[in-house]
């Protein structure tokens, strides 16, 4: 999607994104601003010069800042966090709530573990990983023992290394803690979804592979002999959260996919009940936005499912604070068609969650930024949105800006007690764009639990 000058700064611009993007292109760049385009290049020097001059002549010298109007205060929530181990560093990629057996499970990239916590938050090592969690899904099989199936990145690192898996770990009964690898080898996978898709009665999955340059959708279809197979649906970079549900009616398993990272977007992916899909674009949003999350919720109670979406990756060529980072809200117009409603700027924003926290019959919303303006304003790390009136929102900042960096949020009713909590992990080194700045959050607190006290 065409980028316009103004979203980025002339510096950014000049010294940066238009010399990672000629290499793309078959040119080289020196440093200075000068280029070098060769016989096998995709266009000629003098057209080159031409776009680079549109950009930089027609961009801003600076981006206008946002401001953050919110009560700095706890809202309907309380502080619950473990006990500090100063001999770990925090570098936590999961965070999830098991409802089944009331656990939560944490993995961490620097140790590539998976550990489980209990109700007075005291962790044991569960499962030494090959790599890094970042998602989990929770089932019992049909002898009634608990599993969770585990997305592992495999990398980090942003180059094409194809090392992620997906592990089925026993949680409960006289094999717990065997797994076994229901697929491997698999491009920086971010999240993966059980469904039935080809309704012959085994459990499929679908696959986000984020990649780098490559990746992309992926079905892992099982087969009589339970072996699976990779079947690419959409393959494009980018695959970073999935949500199923029969979207159309007719009683087969449909997809709804947000790409991030270049070709930005959210896809619906039809069932065509013979082993394919029929795609369709709902929303397209330029590459400079950095896509993080979405989230299907009917927000003005008309039956239809609106989208909740949310960008504010900023890891790439353009390390700058962009305004029109934060939480979007596109309505349903009826036949897919979607419409903005709502914009709350949040810089860096990774994640938002809707839900009736406060159980007053509308919905709220709960976010996270990982990338937040933490030299002046910290506090938009974490934002609870308490819904007034329809799409008007009391902002409430709660003070978490030193307990850690959040990357990564769960939120369920982690205590049992009818409302629901937040979980929020902390990914605390690295990923520091702002300069003379020195963070000051805990480095050393992988997690932290903020209760719901609705309920009390």
């Known amino acids: 999607m065409v980028v316009s000058p103004d979203a980025l700064d002339k510096e950014t ?22 280029y070098y385009a060769g016989s096998k290049a995709a266009v000629s020097y003098d057209d080159w010069q031409k776009i680079v001059a549109y950009y930089v002549t027609l961009a801003p010298i600076k981006l206008k800042s946002t401001r953050l109007s919110a009560v700095d205060d706890w809202a309907i929530f309380s502080l619950e966090k473990p ?40 962790p044991i090592l569960w499962k030494q990983l090959k ?20 997305t592992c990145l495999g990398t980090m690192v942003a180059a094409d290394i194809s090392k992620g898996e997906l592990i089925n770990l026993a949680l409960s009964g006289k094999q717990r803690t065997d797994s076994s690898t229901i697929y491997s080898n698999l491009p920086r996978p971010l999240q993966s979804i059980a469904a039935d898709i080809n309704k ?20 892992l279809r099982q087969g009589s002999n339970h072996q699976f197979t990779k079947v690419p649906i959409r393959e494009v970079a980018g695959a970073i959260q999935a949500t199923t549900g029969d979207f159309n009616a007719d009683g087969w398993p449909d997809l709804v996919v947000l790409f991030a990272h270049a070709d930005e977007g959210i896809w619906l992916f039809l069932n065509d009940k013979k ?8 929303l397209r949003f330029p590459p400079v936005y950095g896509s993080t999350s979405f989230q299907l919720v009917d927000f003005n109670k008309d039956g239809r499912l609106d989208i909740l979406y949310t960008c504010g990756d900023n890891s790439d060529y353009s390390k700058i604070l962009k305004p029109y980072h934060g ?40 976010s996270i930024a990982f990338f937040a303006d933490f030299q002046h304003n910290p506090a938009e790390g974490c934002l609870y949105f308490e819904q007034q009136k329809t799409m008007q929102f009391q902002m409430h900042a709660l003070p978490v800006s030193t307990y850690g960096r959040w990357i990564c949020m769960d939120v369920n009713d982690w205590d049992q007690d009818g409302d629901l909590d937040l979980i929020l992990g ?27 006290t609705t309920r009390q």
């Open 13 to 34: 611009w000049g010294k940066h994104v238009l010399p990672a993007m000629a290499p793309m292109l078959g040119l080289e760049a020196y440093e200075g601003g000068l």
């Open 275 to 282: 082993g394919g899909f029929t795609e369709r674009n709902l």
């Open 327 to 366: 939480a979007y809200i596109y309505v349903n117009q009826g036949n897919f068609q979607y419409k903005q409603t709502y914009f709350y700027p949040i810089n860096g924003c990774f994640k938002a969650v809707a839900s009736d926290f406060d159980q007053d019959g509308d919905l709220d919303i709960a």
């Open 83 to 122: 006990l500090r181990d100063t001999t770990q560093t925090a570098e936590t990629t999961l965070v999830a709530m098991d409802t089944i057996g009331h656990y939560l499970y944490s993995s961490d990239r620097l140790k590539s573990d998976l550990s489980r916590w209990d109700q007075s938050l005291h």
């Open 131 to 150: 790599s890094a969690a970042t998602n989990a899904a929770f089932f019992r099989d049909n002898r009634g023992d608990e599993h969770g199936v585990f």
């Open 200 to 219: 012959d009665g085994l459990t499929d999955w679908f696959v986000c592979g984020f990649g780098h340059l490559a990746g992309g959708l992926y079905w």
């Open 426 to 452: 902390n990914f605390s080194k690295g990923f520091v764009n702002q300069t003379d700045f020195t963070p000051a959050w805990d480095t050393h607190l992988p997690l932290i639990v903020l209760k719901n």
